[in-house]
C-alpha cells in the first residue's frame, strides 16, 4: 500500500504533498502493532515493517512469495496504447528493492543461528540506512517523527496527521529471470547456513554462475519441495508455455 500526506515545515512554512511507500520484511500483523516493529526514512518517507518473531520456515515461503511482484499480491495493473501500466505499490519486492533486499540479509542471518526451521526467533535488525537517500531510518512512523523539509532540509516538518491510500501507475518492466532465482536461492542459503557458507556480498544476489561453481542447486529454485510440496515442473508443460511464463 502506499499514502499519501499532507506535510508542513515549521521553520519555512513550505507545505507540500507527498507519497509514502510500505516495505514488509515477513508477514505483518497491523492489527496487532506489538508484533512488528517500524521504520521510517524522515527524507523520501518510507516505512519498513519487520515483525518482532520468525521462522524460518514461514519466512522463507514469504521470501518465495514476495522475491518478484508475479508471485506477490495483489498486482494491481492497467493495459495501455503504450504498453502495461502498475502500481508503484505492487513492485515493493525484494527483487527491486536494494533497502528490502538488505534487510532480508539481516534477517537470513539472524534465523540461521536457530538449528530448527519452525521454533520463532527474536528478530532485531539494528539501525538501518534508507538505501536511496542514505539518511538513518527512525523507529515509528511518519506521524511518530520529524521529517526533513524538502524546501529547507530542516528536520523540522511534521505531518498532518491525514493519510489517504493511493494508487500510483507507473510504466512496467519484467525482471530478469536469473536474477530472481539467484536471489532465492541466495537467501535461503543465508538463512539456513548463515555466513559462514556464503561470501559477503553488499546488496548484491549471486549470479547462477557463481551458483553453479559453487555446486549449488539452480533447477527450479523457485519452488520448494519440501515448503511448496510437489513441484508442478513435474507435469509435461508445452515448451511455449514456459516461455510466456511472466518471468
Given at each position: ?125 539494528g539501525t538501518m540506512s534508507c538505501a536511496d537517500c542514505r539518511v538513518q531510518m527512525l523507529d515509528g512512523d511518519i506521524l511518530a517523527n520529524t521529517l526533513i523539509c524538502p524546501q529547507c532540509e530542516s528536520r523540522s516538518a511534521k505531518s498532518n496527521g491525514e493519510l489517504r491510500r493511493v ?81
Amino acid at each position: 500500500m502506499s499514502f499519501s500526506f499532507r506535510g508542513s515545515c515549521l521553520d519555512c512554512g513550505h507545505a507540500w504533498d507527498g507519497l509514502c511507500r510500505v516495505y514488509e520484511c515477513g508477514q505483518v500483523d497491523f492489527q496487532e502493532p506489538a508484533t512488528y516493529r517500524c521504520y521510517v526514512c524522515p527524507k523520501c518517507l518510507v516505512h519498513l515493517y519487520v515483525p518482532r518473531q520468525l521462522n524460518r520456515s514461514s519466512w522463507l515461503r514469504w521470501v518465495s512469495e514476495n522475491a518478484h511482484e508475479a508471485t506477490s499480491s495483489p498486482l494491481r495493473f492497467k493495459a495501455c496504447e503504450h504498453g502495461v501500466r502498475v502500481d508503484l505499490q505492487s513492485l515493493a519486492v525484494i527483487a527491486r528493492s536494494p533497502l528490502l533486499f538488505g534487510v532480508c540479509e539481516r534477517v537470513a542471518r539472524i534465523l540461521a543461528r536457530e538449528r530448527s526451521r519452525y521454533l520463532p526467533v527474536s528478530i532485531d535488525i539494528g539501525t538501518m540506512s534508507c538505501a536511496d537517500c542514505r539518511v538513518q531510518m527512525l523507529d515509528g512512523d511518519i506521524l511518530a517523527n520529524t521529517l526533513i523539509c524538502p524546501q529547507c532540509e530542516s528536520r523540522s516538518a511534521k505531518s498532518n496527521g491525514e493519510l489517504r491510500r493511493v494508487t500510483v501507475l507507473i510504466d512496467y518492466q519484467r525482471l530478469d529471470e536469473d536474477r530472481v532465482r539467484s536471489l532465492i536461492l541466495y537467501l535461503r542459503g543465508l538463512a539456513e547456513y548463515g555466513t559462514n557458507s556464503h561470501p559477503k556480498r553488499a546488496l548484491t544476489a549471486p549470479s547462477n554462475e557463481d551458483l553453479i561453481a559453487a555446486g549449488a542447486p539452480v533447477l527450479d529454485p523457485l519452488w520448494d519441495h519440501e515448503l511448496d510440496g510437489e513441484s508442478y515442473d513435474r507435469m509435461q508443460l508445452p515448451t511455449s508455455f514456459r516461455r510466456s511464463y511472466p518471468w
